[in-house]
Protein backbone atom coordinates (compact mmCIF):
# COMPACT_ATOMS: atom_id res chain seq x y z
CA UNK A 1 0.00 0.00 0.00
CA UNK A 2 1.50 3.51 -0.91
CA UNK A 3 2.16 6.20 1.86
CA UNK A 4 0.08 8.98 1.46
CA UNK A 5 3.75 11.17 0.66
CA UNK A 6 3.94 8.88 -2.53
CA UNK A 7 2.43 10.14 -6.18
CA UNK A 8 -0.05 7.30 -6.32
CA UNK A 9 -2.02 8.66 -3.94
CA UNK A 10 -5.06 10.64 -5.01
CA UNK A 11 -4.13 13.76 -3.41
CA UNK A 12 -1.16 14.17 -5.85
CA UNK A 13 -3.19 13.60 -9.66
CA UNK A 14 -2.92 16.14 -12.15
CA UNK A 15 -5.80 18.19 -13.18
CA UNK A 16 -6.10 20.66 -16.34
CA UNK A 17 -5.07 23.98 -16.22
CA UNK A 18 -5.99 27.06 -18.62
CA UNK A 19 -4.21 27.74 -21.44
CA UNK A 20 -3.02 31.63 -21.45
CA UNK A 21 -0.74 34.03 -22.40
CA UNK A 22 -0.71 35.35 -18.64
CA UNK A 23 1.11 33.27 -16.04
CA UNK A 24 -1.22 30.97 -13.97
CA UNK A 25 -0.94 29.83 -10.45
CA UNK A 26 -1.88 26.03 -11.67
CA UNK A 27 1.01 26.23 -13.63
CA UNK A 28 3.42 26.91 -10.93
CA UNK A 29 4.98 23.39 -9.31
CA UNK A 30 6.92 24.06 -6.42
CA UNK A 31 9.03 20.85 -5.18
CA UNK A 32 11.03 20.03 -2.18
CA UNK A 33 13.01 16.85 -0.93
CA UNK A 34 10.25 14.95 0.45
CA UNK A 35 11.69 13.21 3.81
CA UNK A 36 12.69 9.78 2.91
CA UNK A 37 13.18 10.66 -0.51
CA UNK A 38 16.62 11.26 -2.20
CA UNK A 39 15.13 13.41 -5.03
CA UNK A 40 13.14 16.92 -5.17
CA UNK A 41 9.11 15.90 -5.20
CA UNK A 42 6.13 18.08 -5.56
CA UNK A 43 4.91 19.57 -2.83
CA UNK A 44 0.84 18.66 -2.45
CA UNK A 45 -2.11 20.74 -1.19
CA UNK A 46 0.00 23.84 -1.15
CA UNK A 47 -2.37 27.03 -0.54
CA UNK A 48 0.65 29.54 -1.14
CA UNK A 49 3.91 30.05 -2.51
CA UNK A 50 5.27 33.58 -2.21
CA UNK A 51 8.91 35.23 -3.00
CA UNK A 52 9.61 38.64 -1.39
CA UNK A 53 12.78 40.25 -2.18
CA UNK A 54 14.37 44.13 -0.89
CA UNK A 55 17.07 46.17 -0.72
CA UNK A 56 17.80 49.81 0.14
CA UNK A 57 19.12 52.08 -2.06
CA UNK A 58 20.86 55.08 -0.88
CA UNK A 59 21.11 58.70 -2.75
CA UNK A 60 24.38 60.52 -3.31
CA UNK A 61 24.21 64.37 -3.03
CA UNK A 62 26.87 67.28 -3.13
CA UNK A 63 26.89 70.30 -0.87
CA UNK A 64 26.82 73.46 -2.81
CA UNK A 65 24.84 71.20 -6.03
CA UNK A 66 21.11 72.32 -5.52
CA UNK A 67 18.89 69.75 -4.46
CA UNK A 68 20.22 67.25 -7.11
CA UNK A 69 21.01 63.25 -6.76
CA UNK A 70 24.49 62.68 -7.77
CA UNK A 71 23.76 59.07 -8.22
CA UNK A 72 21.70 56.20 -6.52
CA UNK A 73 23.99 53.40 -5.20
CA UNK A 74 21.92 50.25 -4.31
CA UNK A 75 22.91 48.93 -0.33
CA UNK A 76 23.43 45.08 -0.19
CA UNK A 77 20.20 42.83 -0.92
CA UNK A 78 18.22 41.18 1.79
CA UNK A 79 17.92 37.57 2.11
CA UNK A 80 14.82 36.68 0.00
CA UNK A 81 11.98 35.40 2.32
CA UNK A 82 9.70 32.87 0.92
CA UNK A 83 5.83 32.19 2.53
CA UNK A 84 5.28 28.19 2.09
CA UNK A 85 1.92 27.73 2.84
CA UNK A 86 0.03 24.46 2.85
CA UNK A 87 -3.04 22.37 4.27
CA UNK A 88 -1.84 19.60 6.97
CA UNK A 89 -2.48 16.36 6.11
CA UNK A 90 -2.35 13.99 8.95
CA UNK A 91 0.66 11.80 7.58
CA UNK A 92 2.71 14.70 5.82
CA UNK A 93 3.53 18.23 7.65
CA UNK A 94 5.38 21.31 5.68
CA UNK A 95 8.66 19.33 7.71
CA UNK A 96 8.33 16.77 6.12
CA UNK A 97 7.79 18.24 2.59
CA UNK A 98 10.98 19.89 3.09
CA UNK A 99 13.06 17.18 4.32
CA UNK A 100 12.81 16.93 7.96
CA UNK A 101 11.68 14.06 9.85
CA UNK A 102 8.74 15.34 11.61
CA UNK A 103 5.16 14.43 12.15
CA UNK A 104 4.59 10.20 12.14
CA UNK A 105 8.22 10.14 10.27
CA UNK A 106 10.25 11.59 13.23
CA UNK A 107 10.77 13.80 16.55
CA UNK A 108 11.01 17.19 14.48
CA UNK A 109 8.54 19.14 16.08
CA UNK A 110 10.05 22.70 16.45
CA UNK A 111 12.49 25.32 14.24
CA UNK A 112 15.00 24.67 17.03
CA UNK A 113 15.51 20.88 15.72
CA UNK A 114 16.23 21.87 12.63
CA UNK A 115 20.29 21.30 11.99
CA UNK A 116 20.23 21.24 8.48
CA UNK A 117 19.20 23.83 5.74
CA UNK A 118 16.71 22.63 2.55
CA UNK A 119 16.44 23.44 -1.39
CA UNK A 120 13.28 24.32 -2.81
CA UNK A 121 12.63 23.88 -6.94
CA UNK A 122 10.42 26.06 -8.33
CA UNK A 123 9.10 25.24 -12.03
CA UNK A 124 6.84 27.84 -13.88
CA UNK A 125 5.45 25.72 -17.28
CA UNK A 126 4.63 27.03 -19.87
CA UNK A 127 1.39 27.06 -21.58
CA UNK A 128 0.96 25.58 -24.68
CA UNK A 129 0.24 28.48 -26.30
CA UNK A 130 3.17 30.44 -24.98
CA UNK A 131 5.57 26.91 -25.95
CA UNK A 132 4.25 26.63 -29.50
CA UNK A 133 3.57 30.19 -30.86
CA UNK A 134 5.59 32.99 -28.15
CA UNK A 135 8.61 30.42 -27.86
CA UNK A 136 8.90 28.37 -30.94
CA UNK A 137 12.28 28.55 -32.31
CA UNK A 138 13.51 30.81 -29.01
CA UNK A 139 16.44 29.31 -27.25
CA UNK A 140 14.80 30.39 -23.51
CA UNK A 141 17.42 30.50 -20.80
CA UNK A 142 17.37 28.46 -18.18
CA UNK A 143 14.59 26.41 -19.11
CA UNK A 144 13.87 22.50 -19.43
CA UNK A 145 11.83 20.88 -21.68
CA UNK A 146 8.75 18.52 -20.00
CA UNK A 147 6.70 15.83 -21.92
CA UNK A 148 2.64 16.26 -21.09
CA UNK A 149 0.37 13.57 -21.66
CA UNK A 150 -3.22 13.90 -21.65
CA UNK A 151 -3.90 10.92 -19.95
CA UNK A 152 -3.61 7.95 -22.63
CA UNK A 153 -6.51 6.32 -24.36
CA UNK A 154 -8.23 6.91 -27.24
CA UNK A 155 -6.72 10.13 -28.56
CA UNK A 156 -3.73 10.39 -26.35
CA UNK A 157 -1.63 13.01 -27.06
CA UNK A 158 2.21 14.11 -25.57
CA UNK A 159 2.98 18.12 -25.73
CA UNK A 160 6.34 19.27 -24.92
CA UNK A 161 6.38 22.45 -22.74
CA UNK A 162 8.91 24.31 -21.50
CA UNK A 163 9.39 25.25 -17.57
CA UNK A 164 11.35 27.95 -16.09
CA UNK A 165 13.38 26.69 -13.72
CA UNK A 166 14.49 28.65 -9.85
CA UNK A 167 16.57 26.86 -6.82
CA UNK A 168 16.00 29.01 -3.96
CA UNK A 169 19.28 27.35 -1.75
CA UNK A 170 20.45 27.01 1.63
CA UNK A 171 16.92 27.94 3.46
CA UNK A 172 15.60 28.20 7.14
CA UNK A 173 12.04 28.17 8.60
CA UNK A 174 12.47 31.41 10.41
CA UNK A 175 8.48 30.83 11.32
CA UNK A 176 6.13 28.04 11.28
CA UNK A 177 2.20 28.25 12.62
CA UNK A 178 -0.55 26.29 12.72
CA UNK A 179 -4.19 27.09 14.01
CA UNK A 180 -7.06 24.91 14.84
CA UNK A 181 -10.07 26.49 15.19
CA UNK A 182 -13.98 25.60 15.90
CA UNK A 183 -15.22 27.50 13.21
CA UNK A 184 -13.03 25.96 10.07
CA UNK A 185 -12.03 22.62 9.85
CA UNK A 186 -9.77 22.79 6.98
CA UNK A 187 -6.18 23.31 9.42
CA UNK A 188 -3.18 25.28 7.77
CA UNK A 189 0.41 25.66 8.22
CA UNK A 190 1.93 29.05 7.73
CA UNK A 191 5.95 29.16 7.45
CA UNK A 192 8.12 31.72 6.20
CA UNK A 193 11.83 31.28 5.44
CA UNK A 194 14.58 33.01 4.23
CA UNK A 195 17.32 31.94 1.08
CA UNK A 196 20.90 31.93 1.19
CA UNK A 197 21.04 32.49 -2.74
CA UNK A 198 18.62 32.29 -5.90
CA UNK A 199 20.13 30.85 -8.98
CA UNK A 200 18.75 29.53 -12.29
CA UNK A 201 20.01 26.10 -11.65
CA UNK A 202 22.44 26.17 -15.85
CA UNK A 203 24.53 29.15 -15.76
CA UNK A 204 27.26 30.48 -13.86
CA UNK A 205 26.72 33.92 -11.77
CA UNK A 206 29.74 36.77 -10.87
CA UNK A 207 30.60 39.72 -11.89
CA UNK A 208 30.57 39.48 -15.81
CA UNK A 209 26.96 37.89 -15.73
CA UNK A 210 25.11 39.14 -18.34
CA UNK A 211 22.04 40.99 -16.97
CA UNK A 212 20.74 42.97 -19.28
CA UNK A 213 20.84 47.09 -19.64
CA UNK A 214 24.67 47.26 -19.84
CA UNK A 215 26.34 50.28 -22.39
CA UNK A 216 28.92 47.79 -23.13
CA UNK A 217 28.24 44.04 -24.59
CA UNK A 218 29.87 41.30 -24.14
CA UNK A 219 31.63 41.50 -27.27
CA UNK A 220 32.86 45.09 -26.28
CA UNK A 221 30.47 47.22 -28.71
CA UNK A 222 28.08 49.59 -27.65
CA UNK A 223 24.83 48.38 -25.93
CA UNK A 224 21.78 48.77 -26.35
CA UNK A 225 18.66 49.53 -24.04
CA UNK A 226 20.79 51.37 -21.13
CA UNK A 227 20.09 54.09 -18.99
CA UNK A 228 20.85 57.99 -20.33
CA UNK A 229 22.89 58.51 -17.53
CA UNK A 230 25.49 56.40 -19.11
CA UNK A 231 24.79 57.99 -22.95
CA UNK A 232 28.09 59.47 -24.53
CA UNK A 233 29.76 62.00 -23.18
CA UNK A 234 29.81 62.92 -19.31
CA UNK A 235 26.50 65.09 -18.99
CA UNK A 236 23.11 62.43 -19.41
CA UNK A 237 20.46 64.64 -21.82
CA UNK A 238 16.96 63.33 -23.57
CA UNK A 239 18.26 63.88 -26.81
CA UNK A 240 20.88 61.63 -26.30
CA UNK A 241 21.57 58.92 -29.10
CA UNK A 242 21.43 55.30 -27.51
Not at 57 to 77: Q, W
Not at 100 to 121: A, M, Q
Not at 131 to 153: C, H, I, R
Not at 171 to 192: F, K, M, P, R
Amino acid sequence: MAKPSDTSNYLYRMGTAPNTRAAVSQKNKVFGYMVGKKAFQQIGVLSEFTTDESRTVDPIRGVGFGDMVAELVPSVTDPMTLSINKTLLYAVNVFQALGYKGGVEGLVRSLRHHRWPFDIKQELVFSEIASKFDLEGVTVKNASQQQVSNGGGEGAKITTVKALLTFFEGCWLSSYGTSYTSDAAIVAENSQAMVTDIISGTDQYGEFVDTGLAPIAANGSSGTGFSLRFASGNTANANATL
